[in-house]
């Protein structure tokens, strides 16, 4: 009838349109996946599978993240085994074409086996910081101030009598020998005189730190505990002038120090506080760790927990162990131990009858808070009412109540409730940019309901994002992504390198985490700059190892250096050095680094072991050469071709990351390439070419992408669509590489997909 014809003549002009676009398509690109089917059931089938999953003579399944090209390439040298001729140029081209489409490449994967969200518990990080936010919350907040250094207060006597104080300052450090005199002979007399120092450490790195004090005369140190000294020589006995405590401490938090220290009659005076920091060595602790600013103290359970499995390349939650368990109950009791002990703080009511109702408001605040939304009437009667019924005390209820709490699915799990809501957004939200469970002004917005928009969502990101533990937890990224939490010994050959002292390797890595430290404190957190500044910080005994203009004495100051040859951490000598042998670079070890952390290429472990060809074995042969021809033969050129040609182009750099131009008399072959996904190859000579190359390309953009997803929400990025990682890697792009757009957008998906 009339009304079908023009859905009849639209449908043939369809059809017309669709036969002319198909016409102009070359025959070739329409029967290649066809083609590369039809070859691969009739060649590789009978070992790989019908989807490369591995048949019982050839196991192994097939997938990766080679270029289409380079698949191709391996194809045609390598398969069918016994007769790889039976497969060669445009035909292997159909076949890795197919392969990429169907079953190779991540995103075919995910499609034949979507990898989903698992439940998870809480990570060991997520459920330290939780159990700190958790009662930090009923506290003051206390931020850092411009003022770096302890306040001291100098005493005329050993009592620190107020009407005896002489001088008040701010001291960078605490270092001091006054030896048979005083800090100011007009004021404070030799034989008697005390100090008090005043505020907080500033803590950038998790972990447990060693504190040293080292005096002949009576100190008590405190390090996050008014009450109970961490080291106590009030009153001496012995010789012994060194005494050494530790404390495990979380990273981006402020923790109230103070050192009380008295003379009285002794031959001599003198002070100096130290500290040994995760990864680094004893120092005096440095004036940028150190402000006048006054914290309250933190609750941490410092129990031992069985490390979080990281088998996929980063940290999840998704196990579960009596040893875990254990540790959660030995947590639980602990944190209740230190609550108890410092209820004064929580609980400030001395009328016995209104003392009793606060600790029960604590009671179900701290039950409710740890829940992350509000507690129904039952949850309450059953926790927090039966607990105060069945206990003695008001103190063992409420103990009881702190271990229930946080032995609950609710505090050690995510997303258990039976409803997707404000609340549940609220606390992945937080814990991808804080590690930690929502704070107030987020669970008001939950109790609003306005946290049902990505918009809503990223309002509190961005005043996450400015969080100085959303910034201790971007620089902990980055530590991880270039595997600076997994260096320890960073050392060479005395005999070549002599000046390179364990200190020296030290201040290395203080050199880079300030990099770190001041790029994510910047109002743009640039990919570019990380990968592109020739800005190094240098204190002056790395200035007089790398030959930099720095005067003696100098504390780390940033300094720009061989601008012509350095950029950004590719060159930085803390990574250059670790990634090097005792006494000769290593373009493996390098070139690994760069394709698998930096572009993103993953790197399959070596199939045979080869061990290194010592360079007293061919002492006329660079470290290029040597390289070459130790990684030629066909089992390791595959991989090799990828590693040794972005290694290479960092080969202007020694064992200790000093510049050279020539090695073995010979001038260094710094060229090198890559292949990138989409078959084109890029030549470069040399680190800086390198590094414009990586920060400018996409690969960069989406191992960043990954890598950091995998790291906020400890969950595979995959499982929230195929698509995922090209839709971040674009976002970063179309802001600029500014890192902070990517972190609040990675945060704002995580929050508004459930686990």
């Known amino acids: 009838g009339p009304s079908m014809f023009p859905i009849f003549r639209a449908s043939i002009l369809k059809t017309r349109v669709l036969?002319?676009?198909?016409?102009?398509?070359?025959?070739?690109?329409?029967?290649?996946?066809?083609?590369?089917?039809?070859?691969?059931?009739?060649?590789?089938?009978?070992?790989?599978?019908?989807?490369?999953?591995?048949?019982?003579?050839?196991?192994?399944?097939?997938?990766?993240?080679?270029?289409?090209?380079?698949?191709?390439?391996?194809?045609?040298?390598?398969?069918?085994?016994?007769?790889?001729?039976?497969?060669?140029?445009?035909?292997?081209?159909?076949?890795?074409?197919?392969?990429?489409?169907?079953?190779?490449?991540?995103?075919?994967?995910?499609?034949?086996?979507?990898p989903h969200i698992a439940l998870s518990r809480l990570t060991v990080s997520q459920y330290r910081n939780a159990v700190a936010d958790l009662f930090t919350s009923f506290l003051w907040s206390a931020r850092p101030n411009d003022q770096r250094g302890l306040a001291g207060s100098y005493f005329a006597d050993r009592r620190f009598r107020r009407d005896q104080r002489r001088i008040e300052r701010t001291d960078p450090v605490i270092s001091f020998a006054f030896g048979e005199g005083s800090p100011d002979a007009e004021q404070i007399p030799a034989e008697e005189f005390s100090i008090q120092w005043r505020g907080s450490l500033i803590v950038q790195e998790t972990g447990t730190y060693e504190f040293i004090l080292n005096t002949e005369n009576g100190a008590k140190l405190f390090v996050n505990d008014s009450d109970t000294p961490l080291i106590d020589v009030w009153v001496r006995s012995g010789s012994e002038t060194s005494f050494r405590a530790t404390r495990f401490l979380l990273a981006g938090r402020l923790y109230p120090v103070?050192?009380?220290?008295?003379?009285?009659?002794?031959?001599?005076?003198?002070?100096?506080?130290?500290?040994?920091?995760?990864h680094g060595v004893e120092q005096l602790i440095p004036a940028a760790n150190l402000t006048t600013e006054s914290s309250p103290p933190v609750i941490i359970p410092e129990t031992a927990f069985p490390p979080d499995d990281r088998s996929d390349g980063y940290e999840r939650g998704h196990k579960v162990s009596r040893e875990w368990d254990e540790a959660c109950t030995y947590a639980a009791m602990e944190t209740a131990d230190k609550v108890i002990a410092q209820l004064s703080r929580f609980v400030r009511e001395r009328d016995e009858e209104r003392r009793k109702q606060q600790i029960r408001q604590f009671a179900t605040d701290i039950?409710?808070?740890?829940f992350r939304r509000p507690l129904d009437e039952e949850t309450r009667r059953t926790i927090v009412d039966a607990s105060f019924e069945a206990m003695e005390s008001d103190e063992e209820a409420?103990?009881?109540?702190?271990?229930?709490?946080?032995?609950?699915?609710?505090?050690?799990?995510?997303?258990?409730?039976?409803?997707?809501?404000?609340?549940?957004?609220?606390?992945?939200?937080?814990?991808?940019?804080?590690?930690?469970?929502?704070d107030k002004s987020l669970l008001e917005a939950a109790a609003k309901g306005q946290l049902g928009t990505e918009q809503q969502l990223r309002q509190h990101a961005w005043r996450l994002v400015n969080d100085p533990r959303s910034r201790s937890r971007l620089v902990e990224f980055f530590r991880t992504w270039m595997t600076m939490d997994r260096i320890d010994d960073v050392s060479k050959d005395s005999e070549h390198y002599p000046d390179f002292t364990p200190e020296l390797a030290a201040d290395l890595r203080t050199s880079l985490d300030l990099f770190l430290q001041q790029l994510v404190s910047a109002e743009q957190v640039d990919m570019k700059q990380l990968l592109l500044s020739d800005t190094?910080?240098?204190?002056?005994?790395?200035?007089?190892?790398?030959?930099?203009?720095v005067e003696a004495g100098t504390d780390f100051v940033p300094v720009t250096f061989e601008p012509e040859q350095r950029a950004g951490i590719l060159t930085h000598p803390f990574l250059?050095?670790?990634?090097?042998?005792h006494s000769t670079g290593s373009p493996i070890h390098r070139g690994v680094f760069v394709s698998r952390g930096i572009l993103g290429r993953a790197i399959k472990p070596p199939p045979i072991a080869v061990a290194p060809t010592a360079p007293e074995l061919a002492p006329d042969l660079t470290t290029r050469e040597r390289v070459t021809i130790q990684t030629s033969p066909e089992v390791c050129a595959g991989c090799h071709q990828t590693i040794n040609a972005l290694g290479f182009s960092l080969e202007n750099f020694d064992t200790v990351?000093?510049?050279?131009?020539?090695?073995?008399?010979?001038?260094?072959?710094?060229?090198?390439?890559?292949?990138?996904?989409?078959?084109?190859?890029?030549?470069?000579?040399?680190?800086?070419?390198?590094?414009?190359?990586?920060?400018?390309s996409d690969e960069t953009r989406r191992s960043l992408a990954r890598q950091l997803f995998h790291f906020m929400v400890h969950q595979p990025i995959l499982a929230y669509g195929p698509e995922t990682i090209g839709e971040l890697s674009d976002h970063l792009k179309s802001h600029n590489d500014d890192i902070r757009h990517l972190v609040v957008e990675i945060a704002v998906r995580s929050a508004m997909r459930r686990r």
């Open 657 to 696: 990351g000093r510049f050279r131009a020539t090695e073995k008399d010979k001038p260094i072959d710094a060229s090198g390439g890559f292949l990138q996904r989409n078959g084109e190859t890029v030549q470069f000579n040399g680190a800086r070419a390198l590094a414009a190359f990586a920060a400018s």
């Open 398 to 438: 409420l103990r009881r109540i702190i271990i229930v709490a946080l032995k609950s699915p609710e505090f050690l799990y995510h997303d258990i409730t039976e409803s997707d809501d404000d609340y549940g957004r609220a606390s992945r939200l937080s814990f991808a940019l804080l590690d930690s469970m929502p």
């Open 536 to 549: 190094i910080f240098m204190n002056a005994r790395m200035a007089e190892f790398y030959g930099a203009g």
């Open 19 to 114: 036969l002319f676009v198909t016409a102009l398509i070359p025959r070739d690109s329409l029967t290649q996946a066809a083609d590369g089917e039809a070859i691969w059931k009739k060649h590789c089938v009978s070992c790989h599978g019908s989807l490369g999953e591995g048949t019982p003579d050839v196991p192994a399944p097939l997938f990766g993240d080679r270029p289409t090209v380079e698949l191709a390439e391996l194809i045609s040298r390598t398969m069918p085994e016994g007769s790889p001729e039976d497969c060669t140029g445009d035909e292997a081209s159909a076949v890795a074409a197919w392969m990429q489409q169907n079953f190779y490449s991540a995103e075919a994967q995910a499609r034949l086996h979507p």
């Open 258 to 278: 103070s050192l009380d220290w008295f003379k009285f009659k002794e031959p001599s005076a003198s002070i100096a506080l130290q500290w040994k920091p995760p």
């Open 576 to 581: 250059l050095s670790a990634f090097a042998y």
């Open 367 to 370: 039950v409710e808070r740890a």
